[in-house]
C-alpha cells in the first residue's frame, strides 16, 4: 500500500489540469467508438451477404437486418454526442458544486439536524443527481423504443407501460439507494485509507444479496414468470440439464413479449440452485430443437465455467477499481478542479473518479452485448470491441457449414432475423 500512498501524493499538485484530462478521456472514448462504428457501418453497407450465408438468407431478410443495424449503428453515434454534450455542459456549468450546496441547503432549511451530515447530504444528491440524468436520458430512450424498435417491429411497449416502468425504476432506486449508499459511506468513514478490503467484501455481499432479491422481490414488479407447463419442451430441457450436471431448479417462461419482440433465454441462481427463464418471444418462434439447443448454447457458458470465471474477474475487478480510488479518494487537486474548495465529499470524489478516471471494463467480457446474432457479419475491430461471442458469420464457418441448401422455410428465416436482437446468446 505504501506504493499507491507515494502514487496518491505524487498525483496530488496543486493547478493538475484534471478538468481536461477528464474531458480528454470522455471526449477519446467516444471517438474511439464513433470511429469503430464507421467502420462497422461500412460493412452494414454491404449489399450481399457474406458468402457462408448466402443461401441461408434470403434478399429481403439480410436487406432488412442491414437496415435495422445500420439505424442502430446512426442512433448510437448521435445519442452517444448527445451524452458527451451534456457532460461537458455538466462540466463547463459546474452542475456538481452548485448540486451539491443546493442539496445541502435545503437539508439545512428542512431536514431535522441529524440528517445534515455527509451521508445524508449524499444520499439527497445522488437521488437528484440520478432523477436530472433520468430526465436528460428520457428523450432518447423514447426516440429508441417508440420510434427506431417500432420501425422494425421489435417494440411491444404500449406508453403506459413505458411510464410505469419509469415510476417503478425510480421507486426502486429511491428506496434501494439510500440503504446501499449509506453502508458504502460509513465503511470508508470508518476505516480510512484502509477501506478497500472492506468495501470489496460490502459489495460481495450486496451482489450475493441481489442474485438472491432480484427474482423474487424485483423482477415480478415488472415481469411474469411462469412455470414451463409439462410437456416435451420440458422434459428435452431437464434431459439437457441432467446431462450436463446443471443444478436445475426451476423452469420459468417469462413474458417478454410485454415489452419487445425479441428473444432471448437465461439462467440464473446461486450455484447449487439454478433456475432457467425462457422468453415466451423464443418459444413462439422455435420448435422444441431449437430452444433446447439455445438453452444448449447457455448451458454451455455454465458447463465451460464461464459463469464462475466472470464472476471472479469482477471482483478482481472491483478490487482494482477501488485500490486505485483509494489514490483518488484525498486527491485535493481533482476536488478543487471541480469546485469543490473545501469540503471534499467521498461521493464526489467517486463520481469524479468513475466518470472517467476508472478504466472501463473490456466489455468483450462484462457487457454482453444484444448485437451478436443481429448483426450478420462485422467488422473485426469493432467486434472485438463490442463483441462477447462470435458473430453468425464466424460461427458458421467454425461449424465448416456449407450453406449448400437452406435449412429453413422463407417464412422461419424471417423468425430468425427477428428473434436475433438476443443477449448473451
Ligand atoms: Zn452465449
Request: net charge neutral; proline share 5%; no cysteine.
Amino acid at each position: 500500500m505504501d506504493f499507491l500512498q507515494r502514487l496518491a501524493r505524487a498525483l496530488d499538485r496543486p493547478l493538475f489540469p484534471w478538468k481536461k484530462l477528464i474531458i480528454g478521456f470522455s471526449v477519446g472514448q467516444y471517438l474511439l467508438e464513433t470511429f469503430l462504428t464507421f467502420r462497422q457501418y461500412r460493412v452494414l453497407q454491404k449489399t450481399s451477404p457474406p458468402a457462408v450465408l448466402a443461401k441461408e438468407v434470403s434478399r429481403e431478410t439480410f436487406d432488412k437486418s442491414q437496415d435495422y443495424n445500420r439505424a442502430k449503428s446512426a442512433f448510437g453515434v448521435l445519442s452517444g454526442l448527445y451524452g458527451q454534450l451534456t457532460n461537458l455542459a455538466f462540466i463547463q456549468f459546474d452542475v456538481l458544486p452548485k448540486l451539491w450546496s443546493l442539496t445541502g441547503d435545503l437539508l439545512l432549511q428542512y431536514a431535522p439536524a441529524r440528517f445534515t451530515g455527509e451521508i445524508s447530504h449524499s444520499i439527497v444528491f445522488v437521488l437528484s443527481f440520478m432523477v436530472i440524468q433520468q430526465l436528460i436520458s428520457l428523450p432518447t430512450q423514447l426516440y429508441s423504443t417508440f420510434v427506431l424498435e417500432e420501425k422494425f417491429g421489435f417494440n411491444k411497449q404500449t406508453l403506459s407501460l413505458f411510464v410505469s416502468d419509469f415510476v417503478k425504476t425510480n421507486v426502486l432506486t429511491f428506496v434501494l439507494a439510500p440503504p446501499i449508499l449509506a453502508g458504502f459511506l460509513k465503511i470508508i468513514q470508518k476505516t480510512g485509507t484502509s477501506f478497500v478490503t472492506y468495501i470489496w467484501a460490502f459489495m460481495a455481499g450486496l451482489q450475493l444479496f441481489m442474485i438472491t432479491a432480484y427474482p423474487i422481490f424485483i423482477l415480478p414488479l415488472f415481469n411474469k414468470l411462469s412455470p414451463l407447463e409439462p410437456g416435451e419442451l420440458k422434459t428435452e430441457v431437464e434431459k439437457l440439464a441432467a446431462g450436463f450436471k446443471f443444478p436445475l431448479h426451476e423452469l420459468y417462461v417469462i413474458d417478454g413479449s410485454k415489452r419487445s419482440a425479441h428473444s432471448n433465454a437465461y439462467f440464473y441462481g446461486l450455484p447449487w440452485k439454478k433456475h432457467i427463464v425462457i422468453y415466451d418471444t423464443l418459444l413462439e418462434k422455435s420448435d422444441t430443437k431449437e430452444v433446447v439447443a439455445v438453452l444448449a448454447h447457455e448451458l454451455g457458458h455454465w458447463k465451460l465455467g464461464h459463469t464462475t470465471s466472470l464472476f471472479y474477474i469482477s471482483q478482481a475487478h472491483i478490487l482494482y477499481i477501488f485500490s486505485l480510488f483509494s489514490i483518488f479518494i484525498n486527491n485535493n487537486s481533482l476536488y478543487s478542479a471541480f469546485g469543490f474548495h473545501n469540503e471534499h465529499p467521498i461521493i464526489i470524489g467517486f463520481l469524479l473518479f468513475s466518470d472517467a478516471l476508472s478504466p472501463s471494463t473490456p466489455s468483450s467480457l462484462i457487457k454482453l452485448h444484444t448485437q451478436n446474432l443481429s448483426t450478420m457479419d462485422a467488422d473485426w475491430m469493432y467486434a472485438s470491441y463490442h463483441f462477447s461471442h462470435p458473430h453468425l458469420t464466424e460461427r458458421l464457418k467454425a461449424l465448416d457449414w456449407k450453406g449448400e441448401k437452406p435449412v429453413t422455410s422463407e417464412k422461419d428465416k424471417e423468425e430468425v432475423v427477428k428473434a436475433s436482437g438476443r443477449d448473451e446468446l
